[in-house]
Every structure is written in C-alpha cells, then in structure tokens.
C-alpha cells in the first residue's frame, strides 16, 4: 500500500498532464516518523473524455481506396493493356495538389489516398502486364497486343 501511495504521490503530476484531468489528494502525516496517510478529503475533478475516430476512419478509407484500385487495375491492363499509364499520372498528380489545398481532413486524406493510389497503380499496371504473359491472368483474345 506504500508503494502504490508513493507512486501516486510522485507520478500524479505527470498522470494528470497526461489525462488532462486535476486530482488533489490531501496526505497528512500523525506523528514524526509515521508513514503518510491518505485523507479521506479527496477532491477529484476529471474533464471530459472523447474518443476520436479520424484515425479509424482514415484507415478505412486507405483500406478500401487500395481494394477499389485493385480490379481498376486487372480490368484496364485487361480491357486497354498499358497504355493508360498517363491517365493514372494524371489523376494521381491532380489528387495529391488537390489535397494540399483541401481543409477538411477526410477529404483531404481520401484524395492524397486516391492520388497515391493511382501513381502506384501505374507500376502495377505494368507488372499486371508481365503476369498475364507468365499466364498467371488470362488474356483478353479481342485486344490486339
């Protein structure tokens, strides 16, 4: 019990800057060489605690913009093999200025997602190209290579 009273007594400061709470503990001492004691006068006073899902939901968001992008990307070098690497360069560039200059944070991180997204779906586009001639994917036998 004197450990744990010795260790709010010295941790409670940085406990509360932590916490953002204010907790005063009253400690009175008997007599000379008794150990301290804690009052039963114990004023507590807590703010308020939120919890906050802009974290969460921005992972949610990279989650399934990268899931979109997968089959964006089977089906074009599918449909038009590589040639539209410039288009996803494009898009890519014009989401990540255009999430410098957003205010709002979902949005913001959403087309800084999406803009990554589409630069890195330009090299997958091309290694989608070597997987269909290893035959890992099937070819498209109407598409003139």
């Known amino acids: 019990m004197m450990i744990l009273l010795r260790f709010f007594v010295t941790f409670a400061p940085r406990l509360r800057e ?4 204010e907790q005063h503990h009253v400690l009175h001492r008997r007599r000379v060489g008794t150990t301290p004691r804690l009052c039963h006068k114990i004023k ?4 308020e605690k939120y ?4 974290g969460i939901t921005i992972a949610v968001l990279t989650f399934l913009t990268i899931g979109i992008w997968h089959p964006i990307v089977i089906k074009t ?6 040639r539209p690497w410039i288009i996803y360069l494009i898009i890519g560039l014009s989401c990540i200025v255009a999430a410098l ?7 913001s991180a959403f087309l800084g997602v999406f803009g990554a997204s589409a630069l890195w779906g330009i090299g997958e586009l ?6 269909v001639e290893k ?4 070819k ?5 290579r």
């Open 51 to 54: 919890m906050y899902f802009t």
């Open 44 to 47: 507590i006073i807590t703010t």
């Open 126 to 131: 091309f290694a989608q190209k070597r997987r």
């Open 135 to 138: 035959g890992w994917f099937p």
């Open 140 to 144: 498209n036998p109407k598409r003139k």
């Open 101 to 107: 200059f957003i205010a709002n944070v979902y949005l």
């Open 77 to 82: 070098e599918y449909y038009w093999g590589t």
């Open 18 to 21: 932590f916490l953002g709470t």
